[in-house]
């Protein structure tokens, strides 16, 4: 999986399994929001499969989910020190994947793989879940409302949506008030001055988008 300088997460769960030397890695990828969440699942892994001999484990949180300080940390249960977990999180955070947990399950197969083994098998049991993961990007979004007249409300909405079909945002329900109308929609941050020009263009300079904060989306990503 080629390297991405953005931070993704994903869709939903994922496996993926590895035979090397008889030895079986199933590796089982989740989204998560929190460490209890990530607790669960790994408990979950453990009863779904009492008779693996090692359920290893990584773990990413970003520091907007957790609202404090980022976490990372992994789990070697019983393989020999760095071997199982840290490749495992070092191929998490090489795919820029937040958010997520990794667990390994492995049944031994009776061969020793040794250290080197060891890392290349757990990190390639993640790398195949990858291969076949839904992923989504994390992106900030600008929530942006423009106030109209009701006059302007059909030829507002019109601009609006044929705007945000050109730049990639998304146009919310318009509301109403006693004065006029309010529409809304997601762009990205570096749109804005754009979309202040747009609409002072069609509206000859009477209308003027506000922003009313910023939030964190995930899109869905393209492979």
């Not at 869709?11 to 929190?34: D, N």
């Not at 607790?39 to 957790?66: F, G, K, Y």
């Amino acid at each position: 999986m080629p390297h991405r300088s953005r931070a993704l997460t994903l869709a939903g769960p994922a496996e993926g399994e590895i035979i090397e030397r008889k030895s079986r890695f199933l590796a089982l990828l989740h989204p998560v929001r929190s460490i209890e969440d990530a607790d669960a699942l790994v408990r979950e892994a453990r009863s779904a499969h009492p008779d693996a001999r090692h359920h290893c484990t990584a773990l990413v949180i970003s520091e907007a989910t957790t609202g404090a300080g980022p976490v990372q940390r992994s789990s070697d249960d019983g393989e020999p020190s760095g071997t199982a977990g840290m490749p495992m999180l070092q191929a998490l955070l090489h795919a820029d994947l937040t958010d997520t947990l990794a667990v390994v399950v492995r049944w031994f197969g009776g061969v020793k793989l040794g250290a080197g083994g060891l890392v290349r098998a757990y990190t390639a049991a993640i790398e195949d879940a990858l291969d076949g993961a839904a992923l989504c990007e994390r992106v900030e979004r600008c929530e942006m409302a423009l106030d109209v007249p009701f006059t302007d409300v059909g030829l507002a909405e019109n601009a609006v949506r044929q705007w945000a079909d050109r730049q990639g945002g998304v146009v919310g329900e318009t509301t109403y008030t006693p004065q006029g109308a309010r529409l809304t929609l997601q762009i990205a941050p570096e749109l804005a001055h754009d979309l202040s020009q747009d609409v002072a263009a069609w509206s000859q300079g009477r209308l003027t988008p506000h922003e009313m904060g910023r939030r964190i989306i995930d899109v869905p990503l393209s492979r």
